[in-house]
Nanobody, 119 residues
Framework: VQLQACGGGLVQAGGSLRLSCAAS????????MGWFRQAPGKEREFVAR????????YYAESVKGRFTISRDNAKNTVYLQMNSLKPEDTAVYYC?????????????WGQGTQVTVSS
């Protein structure tokens, strides 16, 4: 599975962005999908994940209520809608594909897209 993330950019605090991650290769619907982020000088952290059908989602506490993960299997794409953005959301965001949603094992990673939130 090849993953291509896009949609990052510069936004003011309180603003919104929608990230997209397009998948190609093996059947997209076979995989759970996740979003992660890595801020400068920090370790990569989990943001959100969604199972193959979209029926199950899970969020990090830091983004719960502000971010929404969704997917369109017909378009082989997963989305991350980010609202009420904060400066601490600034990071490179990565999408990943998981063959084991419940265990959170990720097999494939995209290249990342930069999100910068100004105060």
């Amino acid at each position: 599975v090849q993953l291509q993330a896009c949609g990052g950019g510069l936004v003011q605090a309180g603003g919104s962005l929608r990230l997209s991650c397009a998948a190609s290769g093996r059947a997209f619907r076979n995989y759970g999908m996740g979003w992660f982020r890595q801020a400068p000088g920090k370790e990569r952290e989990f943001v959100a994940r969604i199972n193959w059908s979209g029926a199950r989602t899970y969020y990090a506490e830091s983004v719960k209520g502000r971010f929404t993960i969704s997917r369109d299997n017909a378009k082989n794409t997963v989305y991350l809608q980010m609202n009420s953005l904060k400066p601490e959301d600034t990071a490179v965001y990565y999408c990943a594909a998981s063959s084991d949603y419940d265990r959170g094992v990720y097999d494939y990673w995209g290249q990342g897209t930069q999100v910068t939130v100004s105060s």
